[in-house]
């Protein structure tokens, strides 16, 4: 073995004892090979250093005078269990060169893959999704003999002219259920256009723990999660994936401005703010805004004309201007003014495209 490695340039110490445990405190002693054949004399004078101690446990061995393995040994082994508890057993056990733990082998990793090259160009979507089915069935089958499931799957589509398409996919919770994995597949693959046909294609599955919990008796989260979210992908290959999502306030000094983000599993506990909820007329927002034309006197708005509303402008509040993202192509900026038209009011709007209605006070 020493022969074989110094082949390839590393220089190995072996050592051999009647356990792993006495083997590694050879293999530290070795020249180039050690060979226990008395453990309790090998041991004796051998520095507590080869135990791995803490700084606490080295300080407390020190005021006691311990400086080797034989003088643990010699040691009260009931008196250290009494400092020490657990640990203090399992350090005298080291120390007398006791080894009770069989080794366990690592197990190999194991990849749940599958891939395919066509004899023939796909430009078409069946034979695609025929195979795709297959592949679904048997990954499911793997991952699913362990116990498991599957959270996470990886798609690469191979396409002429050495390009390739790849998209990974997180499921909502663990499962092994063919028919959801090929439903994530199929809604991604129906909405999908390539500038090529596909040569081949490939699908990993990424084993993990399925789910076991119990519902509670006001549980809000969702009973069928894969479901869920395969009919979201079933809307977004209909009207696109950035319009699918929960809309949350956008980090912005935008008025209104929101985003859409991946919807969650469970709904959150509400929880009441502590503050005394705002009072004052309710704004009721119009999508879209409603265009207007404004006419002006010395830049302050006069009468208005709309499908909405028409005649002189009462201003009740004087423009609120804001503005973001200058540094950028999607730069905006507006003005807001609260003004009363006859015996309502409106929130008036000014930005770059013109002059609108954007909402209505109650």
């Not at 084993?207 to 479901?227: H, T, V």
Request: hydrophobic share 45%.
């Amino acid at each position: 073995m020493r022969d074989g490695l110094a082949g390839n340039g590393l220089a190995a110490k072996v050592g051999v004892g009647a356990n792993a445990l006495l083997a590694r405190y050879a293999a530290h002693l070795a020249e180039p090979e050690l060979w226990v054949k008395d453990p309790k004399t090998f041991l004796a004078p051998l520095p507590l250093g080869l135990l791995d101690l803490t700084a606490k446990e080295e300080r407390l061995f020190a005021d006691l005078g311990l400086r080797t393995l034989g003088s643990l040994t010699k040691f009260p082994r009931a008196a250290l269990v009494n400092r020490l508890g657990a640990r203090g057993d399992a350090l005298w056990s080291q120390a007398a060169g006791e080894w009770s733990r069989p080794l366990q082998p690592a197990p190999f990793p194991v990849r749940h893959h599958a891939e395919m090259d066509f004899e023939e160009p796909v430009e078409t979507l069946e034979p695609l999704l025929f195979t795709v089915r297959r592949f679904c069935e048997r990954l499911a089958l793997e991952v699913s003999q362990f116990g498991g499931g599957t959270s996470r799957l990886a798609l690469v589509l191979k396409l002429e002219a050495d390009h390739s398409h790849a998209r990974d996919f997180d499921l909502p919770e663990p499962t092994a259920n063919a028919d959801i994995l090929f439903a994530v597949l199929e809604n991604h693959l129906a909405s999908l256009q390539t500038d090529t046909a596909i040569i081949g294609f490939s699908l990993e599955v990424f084993p993990s723990r399925r789910l076991e919990q119990q519902e509670g008796l006001f549980d809000i989260g969702l009973k069928d999660a894969p479901l869920f979210f395969a009919t979201l992908g079933r809307l977004a290959a209909v009207v696109g994936s950035d319009n699918v999502g929960t809309p949350r306030r956008a980090d912005t000094h935008r008025s209104d401005g929101f985003m859409l983000v991946a919807p969650t599993n469970s709904v959150p506990e509400r929880i009441a703010p502590q503050a005394p909820p705002p009072t004052g007329p309710l704004l009721r927002r119009l999508r879209p805004p409603v265009a207007a034309t404004v006419e002006l006197t010395a830049t302050r708005p006069r009468f208005l004309y709309s499908p909405l509303a028409t005649g002189e402008i009462q201003v009740l509040r004087r423009p609120f201007r804001s503005n973001g993202n200058w540094w950028r192509p999607d730069a905006w900026s507006r003005e807001e003014w609260d003004v009363q038209i006859g015996g309502a009011l409106y929130r008036l709007l000014h930005q770059s495209e013109g002059w609108f209605i954007e909402g209505v006070y109650d």
